[in-house]
């Protein structure tokens, strides 16, 4: 089975300006979450969808970054404005149905550079 | 709340040495699941192991062998006679039962040196 997609792979951009992620999952897979993984540290949950619903985006900075998942299918993130601790990797990853004892399977990540 | 502590940044080993990487947690759930998972260069994460908080029983994967201690809120990872392909950052996470995110520790990052 085709694993989660996510583009771009990189991302250079100026502080100040906007950016978007877009991921696709695993066929079938009813939750989606969006991690940040800041470079030494490990991935922390920006927001988690469960179909088009978002279940949880309690550390989502809501006044600069916003997702959605319209179709219950694929996502973007968009981060706007950027600011220079938003230099991360950005990891998209899906379940099946977002119980825990469904694995998540992640993607390669978008890493972000902001200068 | 909950929080996972990887002790070890770096580890180095030489090809066919054995390696543990350590993972203490904190919860006070009482149902709970531990994780690892392999970050290698080029940056997905790659699932490995998934234990419930009722199963002690050690687990064993080919080279991969899993130690989990509730007396000790441990949960360590041991690859035997390693290969230069180990090398990767190894985090462990823990979760709570139903519907909640993974907590993931900050990594151990393993080179296997020729």
């Known amino acids: 089975e085709a694993g989660v997609a996510q583009s771009p792979r990189y991302k250079i951009i100026e502080k100040r300006q906007s950016v978007a992620f877009w991921c696709n999952p695993i066929?079938?897979?009813?939750?989606l979450y969006w991690y940040q993984q800041i470079l030494g540290q490990g991935p922390k949950l920006l927001i988690q969808f469960q179909n088009n619903g978002v279940v949880d985006d309690s550390q989502l900075p809501k006044d600069r970054f916003s997702a959605e998942r319209l179709k219950g299918v694929d996502s973007t993130l968009k981060i706007q404005p950027a600011k220079l601790e938003d230099s991360a990797v950005y990891l998209c990853a899906s379940s099946l149905t977002g119980q825990t004892n469904q694995p998540q399977h992640f993607g390669d990540g978008t890493r972000l550079s902001i200068l | 709340a909950q929080k996972v502590t990887q002790a070890q940044t770096e580890i180095s080993v030489v090809e066919k040495e054995d390696v543990t990487l350590d993972c203490v947690y904190e919860?006070?759930?009482?149902?709970?699941?531990l994780f690892w998972y392999k970050q290698p260069p080029s940056g997905e994460l790659v699932f490995l192991i998934r234990?419930?908080?009722?199963?002690?029983q050690n687990e064993i994967s080919g080279r991969y062998s899993w130690n989990f201690q509730k007396s000790t809120s441990s949960f360590n990872f041991t690859i035997t006679a390693s290969q230069v392909v180990d090398s990767a950052v190894y985090f462990c996470a823990l979760s709570l039962s139903g519907n909640t995110p993974l907590v993931f520790g900050k990594g151990t990052r393993l080179s296997v040196i020729a």
């Open positions: 066929s079938g897979h009813a939750t």
């Open positions: 919860t006070r759930d009482t149902t709970y699941y």
């Open positions: 234990r419930n908080s009722f199963d002690e």
